[in-house]
Nanobody, 119 residues
């Protein structure tokens, strides 16, 4: 079974940048989509962005448009989330996950990485 491991989180100041990585233990097939999610304490998990592995088509939540960029390296089976102009409200645990194109549910999840943005 494919496993996902997130990395790159940390403590930064407002306005700073972070790059999160999502490394898969096996091959990510062309019919998969990789999504990034986040969950802050006391809040629901929310979609941040996702990318179709084959086409590279992307989606961004309105709250991160223009600041975050999702990408992938197919050869390395790794996805990335570049986060610029970070705000305190971006503070959360960030998770990556995989789902099959056309499905609404994600099959495989990472353990998450903490992002904390101070004022």
């Amino acid at each position: 079974q494919v496993q996902l491991v997130e990395s790159g989180g940390g403590l930064v100041q407002a306005g700073d940048s972070l790059r999160l990585s999502c490394a898969a233990s096996g091959r990510i097939l062309s019919y998969y989509t990789m999504g990034w999610f986040r969950q802050a304490p006391g809040k629901e998990r929310e979609v941040v962005a996702f990318i179709e592995w084959s086409s590279g088509s992307t989606y961004y939540a309105d709250s991160v448009k223009g600041r975050f960029t999702i990408s992938r390296n197919n050869a390395e089976n790794t996805g990335y989330l570049q986060m610029n102009s970070l705000k305190p409200e971006d503070t959360a645990v960030y998770y990556c996950a995989l789902r099959r194109v056309g499905r609404s549910t994600y099959d495989t999840w990472g353990q998450g990485t903490q992002v904390t943005v101070s004022s």
